[in-house]
């Protein structure tokens, strides 16, 4: 029975789905460091992750049994990606998931932060009637400035102006626009005119610190502010700093450059303590329609990988779905250069196999190759395969049996 290891408290259905699948399942509730992690996926074929749990270079060449990862999140910044393609692990996220849970705060936290919410509760959890209309205002007719138009942005674009609200946004990508929303060349442009900024941006290294003290000046005075998307993409102490002087008229903060690594541990922040400051703990995807979903989707992609070899919307390897034939599958990662296809198939020729289906996806430096013969354990092709120096890894999946074969890099090979 191959094994899984889930971290990081992902939704329940996740792992009911892989024991129905044959696996057994283990479940930790936080993050592991480096070598707590190399010492638990001793034995694991499937890993399961959120954002905490960091995947480096070193884990994988340690595991050299670990066959796929699943990220129950969006974000896979936290996965050495290349190291992973290098050893023929391919890498599976939950990029739609969780779009509307985000979504949704995000507009709940606008209208709070326009209405003078997190003041107006301090207040009167501190015995103080404070009512007054003074700097509330409605969202309706109010400009919204959009920083990244992706799943998350576009669609929050799309119900700000059911509210009545001017939608502006800004990519770096072509992008549609979605009802009335007008793309901007510039931040320097949006920032101009929003009343809210919010930024829905990818955690790519590029993007670290681009959001600092020269920007917040340029935000219109009285604005609001709203990370959800990466917390090392904003100078949290520029937005403190622009908070302290009153030129924002508030923030709302759900990602951090820090987190802790589970529920419970102590959390501190420039930020903490501030009264027009709304602050969560990274819970901009936790509600539990979207964990479910979460769970739902990755855990059927770590399934069906093992299963069938598919790799459809896998984040680090060519994408690749070959319909079963019901025969016995090989299923051969490589270097992508010129001939490997051909050798591939001299060498079936030569062991008399009859090929019943045959699929090839290359992406960059990668190959992917999937091909059903009958009798796949018992031709003696598998040692030539492995043999081969563009092989990166090979895995066999026998139509009564599941047996694994982690070759390549994985098993002592250099990788690509």
């Not at 129905?20 to 996926?41: H, M, N, Q, T, Y």
């Not at 709070?112 to 103080?128: E, S, T, V």
């Not at 509330?136 to 674009?157: A, D, F, M, P, W």
């Amino acid at each position: 029975m191959l094994r899984v290891l889930l971290l990081e408290n992902v939704h329940p259905v996740s792992a009911e789905i892989l024991r129905k699948a044959g696996f057994e399942v283990e479940l930790r509730s936080g993050a592991l460091d480096e070598a707590e992690l190399i010492e638990a996926l001793a034995g694991v074929s499937l890993l399961g992750i959120r954002s905490k749990t960091q995947v480096t270079r070193a884990v994988i060449e340690a595991c050299p049994e670990l066959v796929a990862i699943g990220v129950f999140a969006i974000g896979t910044n936290q996965i050495d990606l290349a190291a992973a393609a290098a050893y023929g692990v391919p890498v599976f996220n939950a990029p739609y998931s969780n779009t509307r849970s985000v979504v949704e705060l995000a507009l709940a936290e606008v209208i709070a932060l326009m209405r003078q919410m997190p003041a107006l509760n301090r207040a009167l959890h501190a015995g103080i009637w404070d009512k007054t209309a003074d700097g509330s205002h409605e969202v309706r007719g109010r400009t919204l400035g959009i920083i990244g138009y992706g799943n998350i942005g576009s669609q929050l674009s799309v119900l700000a102006e059911s509210l009545g609200m001017r939608v502006v946004f800004y990519d770096v990508q072509e992008r549609l626009a979605l009802g009335n929303a007008t793309r901007v060349q510039t931040i320097e442009e949006l920032l101009a005119v929003a009343d809210a900024v919010t930024i829905h941006v990818d955690g790519r290294p590029g993007n670290a610190g681009f959001f600092g003290a020269e920007m917040f000046t340029q935000m219109k005075p009285g604005a609001v502010f709203l990370n959800l998307s990466r917390g090392f993409i904003v100078d949290v102490e520029a937005l403190r700093d622009g908070l302290v002087s009153g030129r924002l008229g508030g923030a709302a903060v759900d990602v951090f450059p820090t987190e802790p690594k589970k529920r419970g541990d102590h959390f501190d922040s420039p930020l903490c303590g501030l009264p027009n400051v709304i602050l969560t703990p990274h819970v901009g995807g936790s509600t539990e329609e979207a964990q479910e979903a979460i769970g739902q989707f990755v855990a059927a992609k770590l399934r069906d990988y093992d299963a069938t070899g598919t790799t459809t919307l896998a984040v680090n390897v060519p994408a690749l779905q070959l319909a079963p034939t019901g025969v016995g599958r090989i299923m051969v990662m490589h270097r992508n250069v010129p001939g490997v296809l051909a050798e591939i198939n001299r060498i079936f020729a030569e062991h008399g196999a009859n090929i019943e289906g045959q699929m090839l996806a290359t992406d960059g430096d990668l190959g992917y190759v999937v091909t059903d013969i009958s009798d796949v354990t018992h031709r003696g092709s598998s040692a030539k395969l492995m043999a081969m120096p563009t092989t990166v890894r090979l895995r066999i999946r026998d139509q009564f049996q599941r047996p694994e074969f982690p070759l390549g890099p994985a098993a002592g090979q250099s990788p690509s």
